[in-house]
C-alpha cells in the first residue's frame, strides 16, 4: 500500500488547477445507461471511485473507453445482468445510483444492499421510497434489493431528508415515466444541478434543479451526449485551506466560486483572502488565523465534504473553535488522528470544540475515509519534521495525485509506493 510523506512548514505559493468533481462525474456516468447512443464526458477525474464506477458499468454491458475523455456506449446493457454486485457496491456507495437509470430503462435493476461504512449507517431507504412512489415494486432477498416496473409513472414524492443520491436516482429514473413527476425537499447541490443539465441536454424535461422543488416531464428516450464535468468544489475548498494555514498565496484555476460561498465565507471570517477573479480563487493565508464556528448543512450550507478540513483550519486559528457536523453520524474520525499530531480537540456527540493554535509535529497517522485523509495531508503541510499518512487509497478516491500537484506550490511532500499499511 501506498503512503504519502510530507516535511511541513513550508508556504505554499503560486497556482494549482481544480480538476473535474467526482460527485458530478459519478451519477453523470450513470445518467449514460438512460440513453440508446454513445455519450462523452469530459474533464473526467482519474480517481479510484471513477474508474470502479467505470468497472460497473462495464459489468452491466456497457463499453467504456478513455480516461481523461471517456465515451460510455451502453447498447450492451439489454443483454447484461442490470445488477450491482456486492464487491462493487461496497467499496463504493455511489454505485447505488445505477438504480433509477436501469430501472427506468431496463425495466429491471437488483443492487446490493450498500450496508453500513465508515461515516455512518447511509441507508437508501429514500431511493426506495421515490422509486416506489413512480411505481417500482420492490424486494429484498439475500442482501439484494430488486426493482421491477414496465413503465414507471409520474408522481409526487416529498423526501422525509435531504439526499444527494436519492435526489440524483429518482430525478433520472423520473426523465423516463409516463407523465409528470414533482420531487419536493430534494438535494440542491451543484451536482444535481450538473446531473440536470446532462439529462435536459440528453432530451429530458427537467425544471427546478438548484431548488427544493424538481419537476420533471416524462419523455420516451434519451440519447447521448457530450458533457464536460464542472470543476471540483470540494478539492478547491481543499487546497484553499492548504493555503490559508501555510500562509501562502495561491490562485486555484478554475475553482467553481459560484458553488463555493460557505467555504469563502468561512474563510473569509478566519481572515484569509479571497479573491474572485476571471481565473478563480486566489487565496491568500493570515498571519494569525481567527477562530470560526462551523455547521455543516445540505447545500448551500456548509459542505460536509469540507468539515475535516476545515477543521485543521480551526486548529490553526488563535482561539476557541466549534465544528458541529448535522449530515453523517461518526464523521469525526479524523480526530483522533489529528491529535495524535498534536491538535487539541474535544468531541461531545455531533460537535467538536477546537482549542488553537496548534503546534504540530509530525508522525505516522492513519487514513480512516476520503476527507478524514485530506484533513491529515493537511495538518502534515503545516507540522514540524515528517508526517506520514498511511492507507491512501481514501485518498486516492477524490484526490488525483495530489502530491504532484501539490509539489510546484512548493510542498514537500512524496508518494512512495508500496509501503507496509
Ligand atoms: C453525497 C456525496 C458525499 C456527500 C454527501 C452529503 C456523492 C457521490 N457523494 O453522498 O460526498 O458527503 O452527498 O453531501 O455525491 N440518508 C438516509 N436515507 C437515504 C439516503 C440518505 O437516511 O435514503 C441519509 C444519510 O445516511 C446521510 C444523509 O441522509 O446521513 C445525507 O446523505 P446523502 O445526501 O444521500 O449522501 P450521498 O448521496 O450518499
Do not use: W
Not at 426493482?147 to 435531504?162: E, I, N, P, Q, Y
Not at 436519492?166 to 409528470?180: D, E
Amino acid at each position: 500500500m501506498d503512503k504519502i510523506v510530507i516535511n511541513g512548514g513550508g508556504r505554499l505559493e503560486g497556482e494549482i488547477r481544480v480538476f473535474g468533481a467526482k460527485n458530478a462525474a459519478l451519477p453523470i456516468l450513470c445518467a449514460s445507461l438512460l440513453t440508446d447512443t454513445p455519450t462523452t464526458l469530459r474533464h473526467v477525474p482519474q480517481l479510484s471511485d471513477v474508474k470502479t464506477m467505470g468497472k460497473l458499468l462495464r459489468e452491466l454491458g456497457c463499453q467504456v473507453e478513455g480516461e481523461r475523455a471517456v465515451t460510455i456506449d451502453p447498447r450492451g446493457v439489454a443483454q447484461g445482468s442490470l445488477m450491482a454486485p456486492y464487491e462493487l457496491v461496497k467499496t463504493m456507495r455511489a454505485s447505488v445510483t445505477v438504480m433509477g437509470p436501469l430501472l427506468a430503462r431496463y425495466g429491471k435493476a437488483e443492487i446490493s444492499l450498500p450496508g453500513g461504512c465508515a461515516i455512518g449507517a447511509r441507508p437508501i431507504d429514500q431511493h426506495l421510497r421515490g422509486l416506489e412512489a413512480l411505481g417500482a415494486e420492490i424486494e429484498m432477498h439475500h442482501g439484494y434489493v430488486e426493482l421491477r416496473a414496465k413503465r414507471l409513472r409520474g408522481a409526487r414524492f416529498v423526501f422525509d431528508l435531504v439526499t444527494v443520491g436519492g435526489t440524483q436516482n429518482v430525478m433520472m429514473a423520473a426523465t423516463l415515466a409516463r407523465g409528470t413527476t414533482r420531487l419536493e425537499n430534494v438535494a440542491r447541490e451543484p451536482e444535481v444541478q450538473d446531473l440536470a443539465v446532462v439529462l435536459n441536454k440528453m432530451g429530458a424535461r427537467i425544471r427546478g434543479a438548484g431548488t427544493s422543488v424538481i419537476e420533471i416531464e416524462g419523455v420516451d428516450n434519451l440519447t447521448g451526449i457530450d458533457h464536460a464535468i464542472l470543476p471540483d468544489r470540494i478539492e478547491a475548498g481543499t487546497f484553499a485551506v492548504a493555503a490559508a494555514i501555510t500562509k501562502g498565496d495561491v490562485l486555484l484555476r478554475d475553482a467553481p466560486v459560484d458553488h463555493m460561498h460557505a467555504v469563502i465565507s468561512k474563510l473569509e471570517e478566519a481572515g484569509v483572502r479571497c479573491l474572485v477573479g476571471p481565473h478563480g480563487l486566489r487565496v491568500i493565508g493570515p498571519e494569525v488565523l481567527q477562530p470560526i464556528d462551523v455547521v455543516t448543512r445540505p447545500h448551500p450550507g456548509f459542505p460536509t465534504d469540507m468539515q475535516a478540513q476545515m477543521m485543521v483550519l480551526a486548529t490553526m486559528a488563535d482561539g476557541q473553535s466549534m465544528v458541529t457536523e448535522t449530515i453523517f453520524e461518526n464523521r469525526f474520525m479524523h480526530v483522533p488522528e489529528l491529535c495524535r499530531l498534536g491538535a487539541n480537540i474535544q468531541v461531545n456527540g455531533n460537535a467538536a470544540v477546537i482549542r488553537g493554535p496548534t503546534d504540530y509535529s509530525g508522525t505516522t497517522v492513519m487514513a480512516t475515509d476520503l476527507r478524514a485523509s485530506a484533513s491529515l495531508v493537511l495538518a502534515g503541510l503545516v507540522a514540524k519534521g515528517t508526517t506520514e499518512v498511511r492507507r491512501v487509497y481514501h485518498l486516492d478516491r477524490g484526490y488525483e495525485t495530489i502530491e504532484k500537484r501539490l509539489r510546484p506550490l512548493g510542498a514537500n511532500i512524496e508518494r512512495i509506493h508500496g509501503a507496509s499499511s
